[in-house]
């Protein structure tokens, strides 16, 4: 999405310049997806229109994805997108019965937007210790900047959970895996991270599946919370891990 600044995410405001938003009443985006899933096919495609043709064309132009479930007949985009389509009269003066309006668009996405609640969960007793995962490739976001791990991060950091990591100890990775700590990131907890530069922060790929790395978040927060040590740097895990496998006996 070229229309996207890039950055924009990690100060907590999606910066999206609106102008060219621009609606194709027939045609998908995605023949054939929704229906796989069990879904109503709803036509239509709201999309950023290059050359003012009011057509859709799928080799250069960026078409929105909008969310939908079993059982429901709108495409639902999200609030931010839906006001947009508002202020600039992208309908004209009929709004398709096909396309949630801004009360829709904002209950649907009050159940499912987690990051509306990350101050709420902070002003809990005790704060909660966060732990986030994010690698290079995504199959959520294909932004260069990866704006949702960067306002995810920063906003539990503005809202001052207990402890904020993006990405395991190298230490408790290296313990799981059984590699060296230099195939992994080392981003210091509590500090913030530069999302114009947001690749040095995040896992390769091809290492280990990601489940390994949850493994690891797991570890480290829980060693942590279980002897108090919320220290920046560890140069080796606090707790050391068996598998429970007992060596043959010797006879």
């Not at 922060?201 to 060693?223: Q, T």
Request: charged share 20%.
């Amino acid at each position: 999405n070229r229309h996207y600044r890039q950055g924009s995410c990690a100060t907590g405001s999606c910066l999206v310049d609106y102008r060219k938003l621009a609606w194709q009443p027939e045609g998908q985006k995605n023949p054939g997806h929704h229906n796989g899933a069990g879904e109503i096919i709803i036509p239509g495609v709201l999309f950023f229109d290059e050359n003012s043709n009011k057509h859709w064309d799928e080799s250069f132009e960026f078409a929105f994805s909008y969310a939908t479930d079993v059982g429901l007949d709108k495409q639902i985009y999200p609030p931010q997108v839906t006001r947009a389509l508002e202020r600039l009269s992208v309908f004209n003066k009929t709004w398709p019965s096909s396309v949630a309006n801004i009360k829709e668009a904002e209950a649907y996405y009050q159940e499912r937007d987690g990051s509306l609640y990350i101050r709420e969960i902070c002003q809990q007793s005790p704060p909660p210790m966060v732990a986030v995962f994010g690698s290079r490739l995504d199959h959520v976001q294909r932004q260069p900047d990866h704006p949702h791990i960067a306002l995810q991060y920063n906003s539990w950091l503005a809202n001052k959970a207990r402890w904020v990591r993006l990405n395991p100890d190298p230490c408790y990775m290296a313990q799981i895996s059984g590699m060296n700590p230099g195939n992994f990131v080392d981003n210091k907890p509590n500090t913030s991270i530069d999302a114009s530069a947001m690749d040095i922060y995040l896992e390769p790929e091809g290492l280990v599946p990601d489940y390994v790395f949850m493994e690891a978040l797991i570890a480290e927060l829980s060693d942590r919370q279980h002897v108090g040590n919320f220290n920046a740097v560890l140069t080796a895990p606090l707790i050391n891990y068996a598998n429970g496998a007992q060596p043959p006996e010797v006879k």
